[in-house]
């Protein structure tokens, strides 16, 4: 690793510790030539998982849509961004999961498997984008449905 301060390549490791995600460990170093300490992370390089569209077209998984999507669904409900992030966490966990593709579908019926336990408002709301409801019929059978698994 190379010092911040000198360039130098030899540096020891003080200190490691796991974030608090989990996601990356945080190591502590001092250089060997200046004696300066930095601070650096490390975390796994994983291979890009992409999301298949309905139209065929793949792009990259973006977790902050994912998350901003969830944030929508959840807006003016009593739903923590605890448990917003973790519902996030679960899903982009699920996805990788899966293998270098998923399907948007597959995505969002993660999400509203997840939604429908932390809070039937923000399901309902989500799926009403997601499942496009094209008329009142169809929104109350998601309704019914909804009311029929309590």
């Not at 989990?22 to 030539?33: F, K, L, P, Q, Y």
């Not at 699920?94 to 593709?101: C, H, L, N």
């Amino acid at each position: 690793m190379k010092c911040i301060y000198c360039g130098c390549v030899e540096s020891r490791v003080i200190d490691s510790r796991s974030t608090d995600d989990g996601a990356s460990i945080r190591r502590r170093r001092e250089c060997e030539r200046c004696g300066k300490r930095f601070t650096t992370y490390e975390k796994v390089d994983s291979v890009p998982l992409m999301v298949v569209k309905k139209d065929k077209r793949r792009q990259p998984f973006d977790l902050e849509k994912l998350r901003e999507g969830i944030i929508k669904a959840c807006e003016k409900r009593p739903v923590s961004m605890e448990a917003i992030n973790e519902l996030t966490r679960t899903i982009e966990m699920k996805a990788y999961a899966s293998d270098q593709e998923i399907t948007s579908a597959q995505l969002g019926e993660m999400v509203m498997e997840g939604l429908k336990p932390l809070d039937e408002v923000a399901y309902i709301r989500f799926a009403s984008v997601y499942r496009q409801f094209k008329d009142i019929e169809t929104f109350m059978a998601e309704l019914n449905s909804l009311l029929s698994s309590r």
